[in-house]
């Protein structure tokens, strides 16, 4: 939109005046033409000085506007909505405070490989480069640059269209990230000729072009993976966010190579598929000899590729845009640098129907003890211990997500998420979401909302107490977007476990110790959600149908045995222990 600026011009005697118009725009506009016209639909912030009036007039020109109760929250939900469609997903924030509200999401998105697009206002330049103490001042580019994989700053409004191109361009090319974009206060309100701002608008053509591989590292790695004896896939959050679904599936199948996947590629293939070796994890990741990562990073999570995790001497095959990514922690037998889409394609390529099939000794032993290991988990899983444990109330859900395979799934806290990865097999790809590479809490109710407002479906967060904390106050947004989120508190009365006592004797409560039989339940009706509290699997089971049936804002307590669980879930190793404290 642009407004009309009317010039009168000098008029003689009594001459009709010719009016002189002339169309201006402004940086609020070119802004949001920029943004629409490169596909952005959906912005998440949280208005006030300087983008009050953006968000206002984004929602006028028809852009989604979500407004949240913390920056970081809706940063969180661009975040995943930018690992959901391929696009940035936009996060607007006030200066300073607001800037780094939203910077931990940034900086999350980035290492998770999630591409998103911080956009802040900022004071004026000439004061926060005297550090003269300008309303919100901060030198934020500066302190955003090492957090993320680009930093902008646009300084004049017919330069709006180049700032935007690049930071859409580098949050998706390559490796994905999180990209920062500065837009000085005074730049809003900065006028220029209408027709000149939408011609220095950029429509960026192929934002995240494909990666051909060299065929040579194709050929490489299939002679590798022809000569496994105990060959294993590994299939990463990259590889769910290629979106490569197809060909993905077609490989595992055609070579008949167990699979393992990461938390967030699950459902890239069922989970009940049968060459899944997911039952039996560290067993494929100890025998295995040859192994194809697609899309994951010989991170923390993998044990950086050695150690007793890894048992035997293997070798790797991995497959991942960024070539800086190979070598990281052990050597890559053969490394394949490209898109996952175009990668798994050129395999394909040679990957006929006669592709050698890995040995049955192999595959045999994988599935004896997957099917050994399903069993003592049915087993356990069958019980009905009272108070109910994490797993009774899982098993709940496995069973709801199965009925309801496109049931989008957010889920955080320590055994909470242990154990509901492990336990709730995924149908689809792109439909689970957590607390990824850095394990960090607080993606709740950002990643619920970004997760519903973008597929338009029911949400189901299974949230430690603890978890829920970081992000609880969006209740209210979920209500006042009238969002499907059916939030799930495991509520076990603190972090961890509620079982801890204070060594003195003193008043105040261990440090892990949240207010005792808390209920969760009264904090969405005080939004006009609906709230249940349940104690049982039954009744966890009618609230949790209920809930999905009503496709409303719901938040069920889930009120779990304090004594169940682990210190730290499956990370407990990763606590520092001292000599001197060990008695
Ligand atoms: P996980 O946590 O599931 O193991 P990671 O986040 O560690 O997964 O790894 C994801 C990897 O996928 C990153 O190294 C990233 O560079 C890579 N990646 C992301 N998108 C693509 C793509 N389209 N093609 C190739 N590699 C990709
Ligand atoms: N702060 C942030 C931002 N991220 C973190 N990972 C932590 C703190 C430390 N932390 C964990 O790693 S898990 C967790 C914390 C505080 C919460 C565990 O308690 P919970 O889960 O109630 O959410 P369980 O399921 O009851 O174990």
Known sequence: MSSVLETPPATMHNVAPIAETRELTDG???????????????????????????????????????????????????????????????????SAPGFLNGLTALANATTNCFPMILISGSSEREIVDLQQGDYEEMDQLAIAKPLCKAAFRVLHAEDIGVGIARAIRAAVSGRPGGVYLDLPAKLFAQTMDAQAGRKSLIKVVDPAP??????????????????????????????????????IRTLVEKTGIPYLPMSMAKGLLPDTHPQS???????????????????????????????????????????????????????????IVGDIGSCVASLLDQVGDNFPQPPKEWLDAVNEKKNTNLQKMAATLAKNPSPMNFHSALRVLRDIV??????????????????????????????????????VMGIGMGFAIGAAVTSGKQVLAIEGDSAFGFSGMELETICRYELPVCTIIFNNNGVYRGTDVNPTGGKDVAPTVFVKDARYDKMIEAFGGIGYNVTTPDELEKAVKEAIASGKPTLINAVIDEA????????????????????
């Open 402 to 439: 199965k009925a309801n395979p496109d049931i989008n799934v957010v889920n955080e806290g320590a055994n909470t998420l242990d154990y509901a990865r492990a336990i709730i097999d995924m149908y689809q790809p792109r439909k689970r979401f957590d607390s990824g590479t850095w394990g």
């Open 277 to 335: 070796a997911a039952a039996t994890r560290s067993y494929a990741l100890a025998e295995a000899d040859v192994v194809l990562l697609i899309g994951a990073r010989l991170n923390w999570l993998l044990s950086h590729g050695k150690g007793k995790t890894w048992g035997k001497p293997k070798q790797f095959v991995q497959i991942d845009i960024s070539a800086q990514e190979m070598d990281s922690n052990v050597a890559i037998a053969a490394p």
């Open 564 to 583: 169940a669980g682990t210190e730290s879930g499956r990370l407990t190793n990763l606590n520092p222990q001292s000599a001197a404290m060990k008695k």
């Open 28 to 94: 609020f506009h070119l802004v949001i033409d920029a943004l629409k016209l490169n596909g952005i639909e959906t912005i998440y912030g949280l208005p006030g000085i300087p983008i009050t009036d953006l968000t206002r007039m984004a929602q006028a020109e028809g852009l989604r506007v979500i407004s949240f109760r913390h920056e970081q929250n809706a940063g969180n939900a661009a975040a995943i909505a930018g690992f959901l469609t391929g696009k940035p997903g936009i996060c607007l924030t006030v």
């Open 210 to 247: 494909r990666q051909i591989p060299a065929p040579d590292t194709v050929q490489r790695a299939l002679d590798l993976l022809k000569g496994a004896k105990r060959p294993l896939i590994l299939l990463g959050k990259g590889a769910a966010y290629a979106r490569a679904d197809e060909a």
